[in-house]
């Protein structure tokens, strides 16, 4: 069965550096990715999505990729604040599948 | 809009009580989703509903796991009876069911059975 990794270590880092979070995906390609963020005791926000067929998505300060020979999408935060310590949630489907797969999620912390 | 709307926010039930978990999805939106989330198993899709047809229950636990979606503007969960290992988090979750495919979450219902 399809299986999505995440790095279970939280990711420390300072302020004003770029965060890169990795997504690692067994078996077949998933047709489309998507990243969510979540506070504790909050549900999951959306962030965004990158299909099989694209390299790159930017929005705003976040960027994610998507390499489907290393089987991988890094989620990047440029210029990092305190405010975007959350769990970030790498989430794979497929066409015609709206169900999502998700992983366990990395915890990041920005140091002020 | 309000977003995705759950009830209870909090429950606490002791072990064989019957359990019912109510949502109310975005309007418009004609996917619905049941998750569980624990912290050893993340975030599992339960069951999912497409025009208030059930698409997928492979990921509901066992025959005291039951939900429903009688409209397009309710869904429950019903577990009966409840156990200990039933404590985690549900979240709902809407998504509009066109060309998007991301989905909306509900704030959870945090449920613990003693």
């Known amino acids: 069965s399809q299986k999505i990794e995440q790095n279970s270590e939280a990711l420390n880092i300072q302020e004003g550096k770029t965060a890169t979070l990795t997504c690692n995906y067994t078996?077949?390609?998933?047709?489309?990715l998507q990243w969510y963020r979540q506070d504790p005791g909050r549900g999951p926000v959306f962030l965004l999505l990158?299909?099989?067929?694209?390299k790159e998505k930017r929005k705003e300060r976040l960027k994610v990729t998507f390499d489907t020979t290393l089987k991988q999408s890094l989620f990047h935060i440029t210029a990092s604040q305190p405010a975007d310590s959350a769990t970030y949630l790498c989430a794979q489907g497929s066409t015609g599948r709206r169900a999502l797969t998700f992983g366990s999620g990395t915890r990041l912390q920005v140091q002020p | 809009d309000a977003g995705v709307i759950q009830s209870p926010r909090h429950e606490v039930t002791e072990m064989g009580q019957e359990v019912t978990l109510r949502c109310k999805p975005i309007s418009g939106h004609n996917s619905l989703f049941w998750y569980r989330q624990t912290m050893m198993r993340g975030l599992e899709l339960l069951i999912y509903?497409?025009?208030?047809?059930?698409?997928?229950d492979s990921g509901m636990p066992e025959d005291r796991f039951s939900a429903k979606m009688p409209n397009a503007s309710f869904s429950t969960l019903k577990i009966q009876p409840s156990e200990p290992r039933d404590s985690a988090v549900y979240f709902c979750?809407?998504?509009?069911?066109?060309?998007?495919?991301?989905?909306?979450f509900g704030p959870g219902t945090r449920l613990t059975v003693t």
């Open positions: 990158i299909r099989e067929n694209e």
């Open positions: 509903f497409n025009n208030n047809v059930p698409i997928d």
């Open positions: 979750a809407s998504a509009t069911g066109q060309n998007s495919y991301e989905q909306y």
């Open positions: 078996n077949y390609s998933p047709a489309y």
